[in-house]
């Protein structure tokens, strides 16, 4: 089974996956992003709880109509 394979499997069917990409960052490092949606904050704050991210650049997001919610290396965060 792959990483992504995992992924999908263990994501609730209230949370949409929407697509995983890469940019380059700050002095040629690799960012990566797993971007996913839902129907409210309390579903995406649970989702995000649920997650681990153990490497740096590494970000996981959740659109909500309340805005958008992301886990990172030092945590869960709102972005702005």
């Given at each position: 089974m792959k990483f992504y394979d995992?992924?999908?499997?263990?994501?609730?069917?209230?949370v949409t996956f929407l697509k995983k990409y890469y940019k380059d960052g700050f002095m040629g490092k690799k960012v990566t992003y797993e971007i996913y949606s839902t129907k409210n904050k309390e579903i995406a704050l649970k989702f995000l709880e649920e997650k681990k991210v153990d490497k740096p650049l590494y970000?996981?997001?959740?659109?909500?109509?309340?805005?958008?919610?992301?886990?990172?290396i030092d945590g869960i965060y709102q972005e702005r």
């Open positions: 995992s992924i999908i499997k263990k994501r609730p069917k209230d970000y996981i997001i959740v659109d909500t109509p309340e805005g958008s919610f992301g886990r990172d």
